[in-house]
């Protein structure tokens, strides 16, 4: 079982996508945008977290450059799901370990989470 943040705007979509990761036996813990997340995972030090893009106050990229930054938090595996920003999202290799378009199946979305939390990306 691994703990993940998910940092996610719209509640449906982060109640779907923490229901989905619970049944497959992890953790979650939920965040309404990037700001929030990034206490969180200071906080909780989680394997894993997965980011929308577009959120108020601090985007999944502005997270994910802030995690990267931090020498504690680097190494944590980073998964962008996101609708028109992937594409963003897949020109920062660097920032990602996997890039899913909304919408995803589930099992899309656990392959890439357990290829994250095995330290490859699925794509």
């Known amino acids: 079982m691994a703990l993940i943040v998910i940092a ?3 509640f449906l979509i982060a109640e779907v996508l923490t229901i ?3 049944d497959a036996g992890h ?6 945008h990037g700001q929030a997340a ?22 999944g ?11 504690e ?19 920062h290799p660097d920032m990602f370990d996997d890039v899913l378009d909304k919408p995803y199946e589930e099992k899309r979305l656990l392959k890439a989470v357990e290829g994250a939390l095995a330290g490859k990306c699925s794509t």
């Open 61 to 71: 990229l502005e997270l994910a450059q802030a995690l990267r930054a931090d020498e």
């Open 20 to 22: 989905m990761l619970e």
């Open 73 to 91: 938090l680097s190494a944590i595996p980073i998964i962008l799901v996101s609708g028109a920003q992937a594409s963003i999202g897949r020109a």
């Open 8 to 10: 996610e705007d719209e």
């Open 38 to 59: 990034l206490s969180l995972v200071k906080e909780k030090r989680p394997d894993l977290v997965i980011t929308d893009f577009m959120m108020p106050l601090m985007t």
């Open 27 to 32: 953790e979650v813990e939920a965040a309404p």
